[in-house]
């Protein structure tokens, strides 16, 4: 079956890990937005590459040759991967999502007056590096946290002609929830502005087509990090028009940037290479290489039944259970746009204390707390205007007291329903103890 394929091709997944009553059980990792476990094929590639190891571009010798065609050919493969046409734009490979998003600000020349509509619902890696620079206005979202493209437009029209661009994440990293992202890029397109999309979390989900340049529904700028995508740590990508980094002098300057300098003067170097300073990570570029062509190989349509039946089954089992709490669209049956992404709390017991429980006791591996996504979290929460003030006006003075957290599941492409069983078991057993009067804190503590 397919289960039975991805999961042959998947590293560490029967891993036994250590539970608090001294017994070892099967890893269960439902923390796949934060990072994906890789594929055995990339490791392998790794260390047969770690064999054929040299720097890139500067070396004649027979080995840098091969590092350069692997780290050049890799560029390729993105491309093809998102459909990019590399006539007009440019993949450059950096450390993450954060620092592909970090380049772009800098690279937009950006000043007070220029506007960036972005959203509430964003990784804090899409809101920062925002600020300062220009002046970010945020697309109001609905109830359940997703976006209100009505207001989009009213904003677009309001601030045409100073929107130097729209940042939007593909898909959310708290709730999961699709943004329809060439919907949105035509709409961005009708009023002369350009469309970053966040793919860090819809990128391992769903295939991407940026579309051609011409197109309307065009995406003209995409991020992505490769430890999210079934590939290690350390490598992301910045997919952008050319034309956003000429005239410019690179964020980074240094070995590699350049054609030619003297003690006064250079000529930068043409892109990438122009704003991939340094030796790259050119281990990593031939791992997400290697990772994006197996993804192809597994069959999207694949990935995605079977992550969608986990989801819809995990919310089935969730919303039996009275003292779950859920949010969002996910309370009720609706059927929305989603990733494999669900956020809940259990009633009355703190989010940190069920995540070491899932831990330590059932050997399931989540991930709670606010996600770096604290606007969006306080808006899931409901909270009224004058909570939002009052943390506003706190975080305003360096007070940090609140406390709103999830636990988040999050499904990778080799989740199996018996896993799912599990987490289902371990939160009722963690219901019924605290029902049963009995003290689940004993072998934690917390610095609160
Ligand atoms: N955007 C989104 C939507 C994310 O989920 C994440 C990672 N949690 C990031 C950006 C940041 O990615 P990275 O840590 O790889 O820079």
Not at 223 to 231: D, E, G, M, P
Not at 300 to 317: A, F, G, R, V
Not at 326 to 332: A, D, E, I, Q, R
Not at 365 to 371: A, I, Q
């Given at each position: 079956?397919?289960l039975?394929?991805?999961?042959?091709q998947?590293?560490?997944?029967?891993?036994?890990?250590?539970?608090?009553?001294?017994k070892?059980?099967?890893?269960?990792?439902?923390?796949?937005?934060?990072?994906?476990?890789?594929?055995?094929?990339?490791?392998?590639?790794v260390?047969?590459?770690?064999?054929?190891y040299?720097?890139?571009?500067?070396?004649?010798?027979?080995?840098?040759?091969i590092?350069?065609?692997?780290?050049?050919?890799?560029?390729?493969?993105?491309?093809?991967?998102?459909?990019?046409?590399?006539?007009?734009?440019?993949?450059?490979?950096?450390?993450?999502?954060?620092?592909?998003?970090?380049?772009?600000?800098?690279?937009?020349?950006?000043?007070?007056?220029?506007?960036?509509?972005?959203?509430?619902?964003?990784?804090?890696s899409?809101?920062?590096?925002?600020?300062?620079k220009?002046?970010?206005?945020?697309?109001?979202?609905?109830?359940?946290?997703?976006l209100?493209?009505?207001?989009?437009?009213?904003k677009?029209?309001?601030?045409?002609?100073?929107?130097?661009?729209?940042?939007?994440?593909?898909?959310?990293?708290v709730?999961?929830?699709?943004?329809?992202?060439?919907?949105?890029?035509?709409?961005?397109?009708?009023?002369d502005?350009?469309?970053l999309?966040?793919?860090a979390?819809?990128?391992p989900?769903?295939p991407?087509?940026v579309?051609?340049?011409?197109?309307?529904?065009?995406?003209?700028?995409?991020?992505?990090?490769?430890?999210?995508?079934?590939?290690?740590?350390?490598t992301?990508?910045?997919?952008?028009?050319?034309?956003?980094?000429?005239?410019?002098?690179?964020?980074y300057?240094?070995?590699?940037?350049?054609?030619?300098?003297?003690?006064?003067?250079?000529?930068?170097?043409?892109?990438?290479?122009?704003?991939?300073?340094?030796?790259?990570?050119?281990?990593?570029?031939?791992?997400?290489?290697?990772?994006?062509?197996?993804?192809?190989?597994?069959e999207?349509?694949?990935?995605i039944?079977?992550?969608?039946?986990?989801?819809?089954?995990?919310?089935?089992?969730?919303?039996?259970?009275?003292?779950?709490?859920?949010?969002?669209?996910?309370?009720?049956?609706?059927?929305t746009?989603?990733v494999?992404?669900?956020?809940?709390?259990?009633?009355?017991?703190?989010?940190?204390?069920?995540?070491?429980?899932?831990a330590?006791?059932?050997?399931?591996?989540?991930?709670?707390?606010?996600?770096?996504?604290?606007?969006?979290?306080?808006?899931?929460?409901?909270?009224?205007?004058?909570?939002?003030e009052?943390?506003?006006?706190?975080?305003?003075?360096?007070?940090?007291?609140?406390?709103?957290g999830?636990?988040?599941i999050?499904?990778?492409?080799?989740?199996?329903?018996?896993?799912?069983?599990?987490?289902?078991?371990?939160?009722?057993?963690?219901?019924?103890?605290?029902?049963a009067?009995?003290?689940?804190t004993?072998?934690?503590?917390?610095?609160?």
């Amino acid at each position: 079956t397919f289960l039975h394929k991805v999961r042959n091709q998947i590293i560490g997944i029967n891993t036994k890990v250590p539970l608090i009553n001294g017994k070892r059980i099967k890893y269960i990792n439902f923390d796949n937005a934060a990072s994906t476990p890789s594929f055995k094929r990339v490791a392998y590639k790794v260390k047969e590459f770690l064999y054929w190891y040299s720097n890139v571009h500067r070396g004649t010798g027979f080995k840098s040759q091969i590092s350069t065609k692997i780290y050049d050919e890799v560029h390729d493969l993105v491309a093809n991967f998102f459909g990019v046409d590399t006539k007009n734009n440019t993949i450059i490979f950096v450390k993450n999502t954060t620092e592909a998003i970090n380049k772009l600000s800098n690279s937009l020349n950006l000043s007070p007056k220029d506007i960036i509509i972005t959203t509430p619902m964003e990784h804090h890696s899409n809101l920062l590096p925002w600020r300062d620079k220009s002046k970010v206005i945020y697309i109001n979202l609905d109830q359940d946290g997703r976006l209100d493209l009505d207001d989009l437009e009213e904003k677009l029209k309001e601030y045409k002609d100073q929107i130097k661009l729209v940042a939007i994440s593909g898909a959310s990293n708290v709730t999961g929830y699709i943004n329809p992202i060439h919907k949105i890029a035509k709409l961005v397109h009708n009023y002369d502005s350009k469309i970053l999309v966040d793919a860090a979390q819809l990128a391992p989900h769903r295939p991407i087509d940026v579309k051609d340049d011409t197109s309307s529904e065009h995406i003209d700028y995409l991020v992505f990090s490769a430890h999210k995508l079934y590939a290690p740590f350390g490598t992301g990508v910045l997919i952008a028009p050319k034309s956003t980094f000429a005239g410019n002098k690179p964020d980074y300057t240094g070995g590699g940037t350049v054609k030619a300098v003297t003690l006064d003067d250079v000529i930068w170097a043409g892109l990438p290479d122009k704003e991939e300073a340094g030796t790259p990570n050119i281990v990593g570029a031939l791992a997400l290489g290697e990772s994006i062509q197996l993804l192809n190989k597994l069959e999207w349509e694949k990935i995605i039944q079977n992550e969608d039946y986990l989801s819809n089954y995990t919310l089935k089992q969730l919303r039996k259970i009275d003292e779950v709490i859920l949010y969002g669209t996910m309370k009720s049956d609706t059927t929305t746009n989603q990733v494999g992404v669900i956020p809940f709390n259990i009633k009355g017991i703190e989010n940190t204390l069920v995540a070491s429980i899932l831990a330590n006791e059932f050997g399931i591996g989540v991930r709670n707390g606010c996600f770096c996504a604290h606007p969006y979290i306080h808006h899931l929460f409901g909270l009224s205007d004058q909570e939002i003030e009052k943390v506003k006006g706190d975080i305003s003075k360096g007070i940090y007291t609140h406390k709103y957290g999830l636990i988040r599941i999050s499904f990778g492409c080799y989740n199996t329903l018996a896993e799912v069983d599990r987490l289902i078991y371990a939160v009722k057993d963690i219901i019924a103890r605290k029902k049963a009067g009995i003290d689940l804190t004993t072998n934690y503590e917390f610095d609160n």
